[in-house]
């Protein structure tokens, strides 16, 4: 390893941006997870006012100290449950705090790249743009409370929490391009790309089946309320089912996907690092889903499955971007771009 000090000030910057970049993945990650944990346990309106806690900055610890009409107060203003739980309470409250330390993260990411854009202005794009969506999301946190917890507005916020995680990883795998620029993918198995996209479309029909499937587990929770979880499976749609069997499929695409790397690049190749990394989230996904399914959606498990499934969208997407830098800088494309450059409406 390269001492930093031995480093061109590009290159410092470009180390001491990524470290930041992933730091604060790391996060966002952890908040996904934490946001989870709160859908998963019924504690979305554990404060059921935005940006306060049951008016206060710092929420109550026990009932008494709340107005003795604080839920009649509450359900003029529209909300269902109201109920004071100090658990629930600070279960979301912990969720918010999180929420307000990547905001600061994201900007400091912001920051540290704005020496970058003289190296590659898109990385500084990218980040202010990952800035601006938490803003966003923190004005969409704040309608998902004032819906009562609806569950397209929860999706919405859910879908948004990955686009961040995309950007991030954008501007990420843009600071590694001169890493995999030292990873040549010559020799890699024609047919790699096409299974790359199948793969990755695999993976989107699965979210988007998976997100149908959150949503109908609310609409069940409110149905039948959460003593009758073990019969939840019962009253689950058709989609539910093909969700749960299309796993299968999308793991053994995976592990397709990771037999031509290592036939063509070896194990050490990062690319087939990534995909292996890739198959053990996908594992994880489906035992925990299969947990779900067949032990009653005990609520324990839905936040690891939810992260699992978070953690695989973002793993391919830095999959694809890593393959286009390296396949963009191997010397076969070079000289394919140098010949496509050379016409004779340029000679």
Not at 176 to 195: A, H
Not at 278 to 291: D, H, N, Q, R
Request: proline share 4%.
């Amino acid at each position: 390893m390269v001492s930093p000090i031995f480093l061109s000030e590009n290159e410092q910057s470009l180390l001491r941006y990524r470290r930041i970049a992933i730091i604060t993945l790391v996060a966002v990650y952890f908040l996904i997870l934490v946001g989870a944990s709160v859908r998963a346990s019924g504690a979305g309106m554990g404060c059921p006012d935005w940006p306060t806690c049951f008016g206060q900055w710092i929420p109550p610890t026990h009932e008494s100290q709340l107005p003795s009409n604080y839920q009649d107060i509450y359900a003029d203003l529209g909300y269902a449950e109201t109920r004071f739980n100090v658990l629930k309470t600070w279960t979301e409250y912990t969720n918010r705090l999180v929420g307000v330390t990547i905001g600061f993260l994201i900007f400091l990411t912001a920051i540290f790249s704005i020496p970058l854009r003289r190296i590659n202005n898109s990385i500084f794009v990218a980040s202010v743009a990952a800035f601006f969506m938490v803003g966003f999301q923190g004005w969409l946190g704040a309608k998902v409370v004032s819906s009562n917890l609806q569950p397209g507005m929860i999706t919405i916020h859910m879908l948004m929490a990955l686009a961040i995680v995309g950007t991030l990883l954008f501007s990420l795998a843009e600071a590694r391009r001169g890493v995999m620029v030292k990873q040549p993918i010559t020799g890699i198995d024609s047919r790699f790309q096409l299974c790359l996209y199948i793969v990755l479309g695999m993976t989107v029909l699965q979210v988007v089946l998976g997100t149908q499937v959150r949503e109908m587990t609310d609409l069940i929770r409110e149905a039948q309320g959460e003593a009758l979880r073990s019969t939840w499976i019962e009253a689950m749609p058709w989609f539910f089912f093909v969700h749960r069997s299309f796993s299968a499929l999308v793991l053994i695409a995976n592990l397709w996907l990771a037999r031509l790397l290592i036939n063509s690049l070896g194990w050490q190749h990062a690319l087939t690092r990534l995909t292996f990394a890739m198959i053990m989230v996908i594992c994880l996904a489906v035992l925990s889903g299969a947990t779900l399914g067949h032990l009653g959606m005990p609520a324990f498990i839905q936040p690891t499955h939810l992260l699992s499934a978070s953690l695989l969208f973002g793993m391919q997407f830095l999959l694809w971007l890593s393959y286009r830098h390296s396949r963009d800088s191997s010397p076969e494309q070079r000289d394919s771009n140098v010949a496509s450059q050379v016409s004779p409406l340029n000679i």
